[in-house]
């Protein structure tokens, strides 16, 4: 089944315990995938949107054709991509995915043409983050990880965050020093840097290398301990028995509506800012204050998992970014510094809770057996539903000249969502195999 070499430092012994649970490096190099799948493919598209379209002479709704054609591609990839990771793990796909990575980055960096600007971001870069990024290490430390899962999910998705942290402000800096073109160079590097050693650390699930879920000893695995973690696996649900939940098809609604506000604000809070007469500097200075927020809230997200349903969590989550992103729509108009901190603030500490909450949610309702498969079928849906937002939030500008109506619209999006999450119960496996069974 798994091809990947053995776990350094795994139990020899019975009862032996490893220094450091090897699930703790999964959940490290999680982060960091996470942080280059999405700085490299959405965190920086705010920054390069402006400068691109006006050397090229492309419209705002020219530029998001390669966005609108990403989300296409991405739920065709993630059909395969979780079947894949249950079966052999993620180590192989990562390293596929640094190529792709810095092939079209370097060569981003050459474009004149709109077609090769919607080849390369539309397909290439696209599969490459799909190999590299959220589908592949979530559903990875969901083997790793069942007690804790929350809070390593939540820590790790801080990749996320940290990602709208670091590369607005980095990009930024290097397109007005060296220009978009050489910027998109220098990405291409820093992708490949960091994803071949973190793609090494991958490894498909404990039992392969004689390790369980949680760091677990043999001795703990034959009390209550290993009975929760063995009804986990056992009330699994296949794609198929997934497929049949009405849990799967309103968590799929729900996150996808929600992810909708989050893809447009990743890319549209810059230009939205620059629009209104901020600076460059200070429209990414605000869009990296959101991911801050969302950076920070993600381990308040994972410890609150344990102690709430998380589907009321999400809820409150989406009503939160809903009422915030109302306030800087306003805020922005009138030119608040203050305002618009409070409003950024908000909405990053709302829409940080939507990766990190969903995982949750998709590993603690279906088990960690088959989710590979369940995701693969869930998330190409949750893709298509926001795969004409780019496209319709640029046409929109560029009829109206601005995004007000749209970010207001985003709001009522997420007040949907809040709703929809409300409704999700947890599916239960027939015959169910109860914990001091399992054991």
Known sequence: MATETPVSGAPVGRHARPKLYYGYYIV???LIAQLISTGAQNSVAGAFLRPMTHDLGWTRAQFTYGLTVSRFVAAGAGVFVGVWVDKY?????????????FISTWLTGSVTELWQWVVLRG?????GASLVGNLVVNVTMSKWWVEKRGRMIGFAAMGVSLAGVVFPPLMSFLIEDFGWRMAWRILAFLCVALIIPTSLLMRRAPEDFGLHPDGRTPEEMQGRAGAVLAADFA???TRKEALRTPALYLIVLSFGLGGVGLGTMLLQTIPFLTDQNFSLAQAASYSSLMSFFALISKAFWGWMTDRMAPNKLAAFAFVLSGFAISEIVYAAEAHSAIALVI???AVGWGFGGQIPLQETIWGSYFGRRYLGSVRSVAMPIALLIGAGAPLFVSWYYDAVGNYHGVFLGIGVLWFIAAGIVLLVRKPVKRPPVEAAAAA
């Open 123 to 127: 397909f290439v870069l696209t599969i």
């Open 28 to 30: 490290g190099a999680s």
């Open 235 to 237: 009330n699994s649900f």
């Open 343 to 345: 409003g950024f603030s």
């Open 89 to 101: 793990g993620g180590r192989r796909l990562m390293m596929a995915g640094s190529a792709l990575f």
